[in-house]
């Protein structure tokens, strides 16, 4: 037993030391000795069993042999026997041990094996993320090159990942937006920031654009050295699309996709500064059909607009690519032409009066043909394009008076015409009426249809004249707008509206009044601004004034429209499109406006018992309302007949002769009117 003993204790020994050793020597390699404290620790318990065994292994040598051997029992040496078996085994596994410790995380200390799971976990997170982002992404070596890809962007260039990688950024850029922006991809990647993005043009497999937006941030490595760019590439061509979409509808007449006013202005401007820097020639024409009206009136607003779309299509034919064409609102159109003389002006102007005349689409109902009449201004140095443009505007009227179907022109002169003068005469009858505070009110009232109360009026201005006789709104409304006076009419209506609804809520009544509000004053900041002193001084429900937009105005520039709607809500007063369905694209535009209350054109009412077309545009209207949680009123109620048609159908309020006609303020709100007034619209 002794011998056994003996050898299995030189063993273990020799085994420890050398498991101590391999440690070490890995340690070593790795450049552990000084950050593995678990390393050392491991490697002392082995030396020190290895030490121990050592010491069992000299004392056997060092004792007398009979006396230990008398000593040790058989299941102590066998023990020792099998430990040193176990030990040559691990110990002939040194060279893998030996392998796995030159790894530095073999022995690293928990916290930083955590930090590396945490590492393996990220480039796995962001390896998944990258291949699967449903945005394009790219990591871009310094110099451009494509060094890895995922589908996203392959599929929005129309390539597949293997043709991309090693491309270049350039190499995707269109070739327009490559010269509109020298450098291409190396002026976006050049930047110092850490992160830049910008539009740009890509080109597709198949030949076309792709409008993309390019987002490239900087990556650094651990010592702050650039290393590569990570590139994500959005596909914003449909976004583009829209809102190109809408910057053509805000500068162009839907029904006839000619210019409008305010896209008309800039080229009214550029044409201006032109001729007022450098003296350039060029001439304005404004012309207007005669007995417009008469047509709408007997065929109804649909015949009136395709007698505007057919006279557009007439003058986009007849017109220079050069020349600018617009229609400014109704049936009234203009057009620049720029270089033109006073003869050349003349000459254009004749051949169009023509051309109305006697083209085959623009009837009247008795079959006759249309006519028109056009003023003619030139653009002088000293002139702004407002100038210009009242000036032709006169010279129109000054045309239509004298007859109709001819040409006037603004003489060099100035104002000498009678007509022109009388036309200028009404502008100061207007600026005077305003300064002498010389407009009365009248009310019409909306009912309720389901209760028969009185929900709101709407007030209708007019205008003293002279001899105290009132001028109906028709007569100076066009005017004042034409000449910017509008604006401050719509605020003193709206003022005088919040003091009606301040006076009756003191006399213990509920009062909600309907203001209309012109094109112009949309963009007239002080029309909300005198509004919302207005309601803060007097205190009272902002919801009971209601803001009228008649649907040709809010549809002009749906984007001021749509932000003066919001800034009406946010002082807690309701909007109402009026004149809805009048128009073309309606429905379209129910997407950007905000409203309360639809205003049923009266067009469709009239003869609505009559005409299925009229009821399933009624039926319409009040089916998407109702879905948005709106409300509805119909225009021009006649009888008690057409007035249960519109209950049954669901219509929310009604307006009209029938329902009573507009009537001088003291008696439409007396006491007896208002009080009737037991129930408001919802809000």
């Known amino acids: 037993m002794f011998p056994l003993a003996l050898l299995a204790n030189v063993v273990l020994a020799f085994v420890y030391f050398t498991i101590a050793a391999v440690i070490l020597g890995g340690l070593h390699r790795s ?88 590492l393996r976990d990220a480039e796995e997170l962001f390896r998944t993320a990258f291949v699967q982002a449903p945005i394009g992404m790219a990591l871009v070596e310094l110099d451009g090159r494509l060094r890895t890809v995922n589908e996203s962007l392959a599929r929005i260039v129309g390539r597949r990942v293997d043709d991309l990688e090693g491309m270049t950024l350039d190499d995707l850029l269109h070739a327009d937006d490559a010269d509109r922006h020298p450098g291409g991809a190396a002026a976006l990647l050049g930047e110092s920031t850490a992160a830049v993005a910008a539009e740009r043009r890509l080109l597709h497999a198949s030949g076309h654009p792709v409008w993309a937006l390019v987002q490239a941030n900087l990556v650094r490595d651990a010592g702050d050295e650039a290393h590569h760019y990570l590139v994500q590439v959005v596909d914003i061509t449909a976004r583009r699309r829209f809102e190109e979409q809408l910057q053509h509808m805000a500068n162009h007449d839907p029904l006839t996709g000619l210019l409008n006013r305010r896209g008309f202005e800039r080229e009214l401007e550029r044409q201006a500064s032109l001729a007022g820097r450098y003296g350039t020639r060029g001439a304005l024409l404004v012309l207007d059909l005669d007995e417009f009206k008469f047509v709408n009136d007997t065929l109804g607003h649909n015949a009136g607009d395709e007698l505007i779309v057919a006279t557009a299509q007439l003058l986009r034919e007849r017109m220079r690519e050069s020349d600018a064409l617009a229609r400014l609102g109704g049936d009234e159109f203009a057009i620049v032409l720029p270089e033109a003389t006073r003869e050349e002006a003349s000459e254009v102007a004749e051949s169009l009066l023509e051309q109305v005349r006697t083209a085959r689409t623009l009837r009247r109902p008795s079959g006759m043909g249309i006519t028109a009449s056009l003023g003619i201004a030139m653009f002088e140095e000293g002139l702004s394009a407002e100038d210009v443009l009242v000036n032709a505007d006169l010279a129109m009227y000054d045309a239509k008076e004298a007859g109709r179907d001819r040409t006037a022109h603004v003489e060099p002169d100035g104002f000498t015409e009678p007509r022109i003068k009388s036309r200028m005469t009404w502008v100061g009858r207007i600026e005077e009426a305003i300064a002498r505070d010389r407009f009365v009110l009248h009310a019409q009232p909306i009912v309720g249809l389901r209760h028969g109360d009185v929900a ?228």
Not at 84 to 110: C, H, N
Not at 463 to 473: A, R, V, Y
């Open 456 to 683: 709101l009026h709407e007030l209708l201005v007019r205008m003293t004249g002279d001899e105290g006789d009132l001028i109906p709104p028709a007569t100076f409304l066009y005017i004042a707008e034409r000449h910017d006076l509008v604006q401050a009419i719509d605020r003193w209506v709206a003022r005088t509206a919040i003091d009606l609804i301040s006076g009756h809520r003191d006399a213990g009544r509920h009062l909600a009044l309907s203001v209309n509000v012109s094109g112009r004053s949309l963009a007239d900041g002080k029309f909300l601004d005198e509004v919302e002193t207005g309601l803060r001084l007097s205190g009272i429900p902002p919801q009971r004034l209601v803001l009228e937009l008649t649907e040709t105005a809010a549809v002009g520039n749906v984007g001021l429209a749509r932000r003066f709607g919001e800034r009406v809500h946010d002082l807690g007063c309701r909007v109402a499109i009026d004149d809805f369905g009048a128009g073309f694209g309606s429905f379209y535009y129910l997407k950007h406006l905000p409203f309360d209350f639809l205003k049923i054109d009266g067009e469709f009412v009239e003869q609505c018992l009559d005409n299925r077309t009229d009821q399933l545009v009624i039926q319409s209207v009040v089916r998407i309302a109702a879905g948005l949680g709106r409300e509805t009123i119909a225009e021009f109620v006649g009888d008690e007949r057409t007035a249960r048609f519109l209950s049954r159908e669901g219509v929310d309020y009604a307006q009209g002769f029938h329902i009573g006609r507009p009537q001088p303020l003291d008696v439409a709100l007396s006491a007896d009117a208002v009080t009737r007034n037991g129930h408001e619209p919802r809000t």
């Open 31 to 118: 450049g552990q000795l000084r950050t593995n404290h678990l390393g050392i620790a491991t490697t002392a318990i082995f030396f020190s069993c290895g030490l121990g065994h050592t010491l069992h292994a000299e004392h056997f040598l060092s004792t007398n042999p009979s006396f230990v051997d008398h000593s040790i029992t058989w299941p102590m040496a066998t023990w020792d026997a099998i430990t040193a078996v176990v030990g040559i085994t691990y110990l002939s596994l040194r060279k893998s041990y030996a392998l796995l410790l030159e790894r530095p995380q073999m022995f690293l200390d928990l916290p930083a094996a955590e930090a590396e799971e945490r």
